[in-house]
């Protein structure tokens, strides 16, 4: 596991000081700031981001629970509460902290709190690098009575036909009891852009663009096939080549 970049928040200095002798023994921990007061510590975190943070729960301007609203999704992972005391705990955990250390902190306890922290942010790394589901070369479509196989590279575009999409490869059409929404994940997005509430288009098979009224293009496919880009799509306009 790569170092654990860690903070300390607290308005006593004598608890900094005692957190900080401690971290320095802890050969895969590195102290990246110390802080004092809330704000400063909302300013701090938001620019070092680190792992962990041992916060206090009443210090001056914010709370520790406020400091932690204050910024949102970018909390660190790990937050160990550190205070004087014990009837924070139930805000403590309401905020989704790793554990809550009661002042004076023994040896012991903190060491008890960094191997939870250990174990949390070992858990938040392994859900991070899950693969991404594998996205298929080939697409089972019914037709005609059989499975047929549609190679996804051969698809020229895919439009909303009802409850199905129409697959368009070449001259050849091929219905899908799937919802646009869904098709559109099965596609990979490097290779495809959703073009409209109707259409996908494959990029590579994108021959031309013309404008049409109101911020809407006509796209013309090598296939000769014709599909329109909506206005509300515009935002897809750099993927196909353009600058909206």
């Known amino acids: 596991m790569p170092p654990i970049r860690s903070i300390v928040v607290d308005d006593e200095p004598l608890a900094r000081e005692r957190l900080r002798h401690w971290l320095s023994r802890e050969p895969n921990i590195v102290l990246v700031a110390e802080c004092s007061q809330g704000p400063e510590a909302v300013e701090v975190l938001r620019r070092e981001r680190p792992d962990l943070v041992f916060l206090d729960v009443q210090m001056p301007g914010l709370t520790g629970v406020q400091v932690l609203e204050a910024l949102a999704d970018a909390a660190p992972p790990a937050v160990v509460f550190v205070t004087a005391h014990e009837h924070f705990a139930v805000n403590a ?22 191997e939870r922290v250990a174990k949390r942010l070992a858990e938040s790394r392994l859900e991070s690098i899950k693969p991404e589901p594998k996205i298929p070369d080939r697409l089972a479509v019914k037709h005609n009575g059989r499975i047929v196989f549609v190679p996804v590279a051969d698809i020229d575009w895919v439009g909303s036909a009802d409850n199905y999409v129409e697959l368009h490869v070449g001259s050849q059409n091929y219905l899908m009891r799937e919802t646009m929404t869904a098709i559109s994940q099965r596609l990979p997005s490097e290779h495809f852009v959703r073009v409209s509430r109707t259409a996908i288009v494959q990029i590579a ?39 909206g």
Not at 93 to 101: H, K, M, T
Not at 102 to 108: F, H, T
């Open 93 to 114: 955990f309401e905020v989704q902290a790793v554990d809550y250390l009661l002042k004076p902190v023994s040896r012991e306890r903190f060491k008890t709190a960094l």
């Open 205 to 243: 098979r994108v021959r031309q663009l013309e404008p049409l009224f109101h911020g809407e293009y006509s796209i013309e496919l090598q296939s000769g096939a014709k599909v329109t880009l909506s206005r509300s799509h515009r935002d897809q306009l750099p993927r196909l080549g353009l600058q």
